[in-house]
């Protein structure tokens, strides 16, 4: 993929991500970090109570993590699978007797149409990561 389109969607991704770890993940965090210390706290309980006290403490954001993990490996294999198709068409066209400066345009211009397409994605993968993250923290 062409630096600057990589850039391009670097950028988008990293934002997303931020986004959801400061609105949904560290609120998560913070849970799970203030239940286990409760779990710690009971006097009362056995070394395994307190450690099944603790696991389930960490099972939501656990669940959130791979929830998250899951949404942006299933939009790279997307992403992957455009400009595949991109490298494709490009060497295609070099076999069929293209000259290569054409080539190149045509896979520049395909690339970034593959990035365009899936940055517009974004907002709505972000948007069904929340509610998916908000159900998960109830």
Do not use: W, Y
Request: glycine content about 4%; charged content about 25%.
């Amino acid at each position: 993929m062409a630096q600057a389109q990589q850039s391009r969607m670097q950028e988008a991704i990293d934002s997303m991500v931020q986004g959801l770890e400061r609105e949904n993940i560290r609120k998560m965090q913070g849970n799970m970090f203030r239940c286990s210390a409760g779990c710690c706290e009971n006097d009362t309980a056995s070394m395994q109570q307190v450690h099944h006290c603790i696991e389930r403490c960490h099972a939501p954001l656990a669940q959130a993590q791979a929830v998250v993990t899951k949404e942006l490996e299933r939009f790279q294999d997307r992403l992957a699978r455009c400009t595949m198709h991109c490298n494709d068409k490009a060497k295609d066209s070099l076999d069929s007797g293209s000259k290569e400066q054409q080539v190149k345009q045509q896979l520049e211009g395909c690339v970034t149409k593959c990035v365009d397409d899936h940055v517009h994605l974004i907002p709505s993968m972000t948007k069904k990561m929340k509610e998916t993250l908000a159900a998960i923290a109830q």
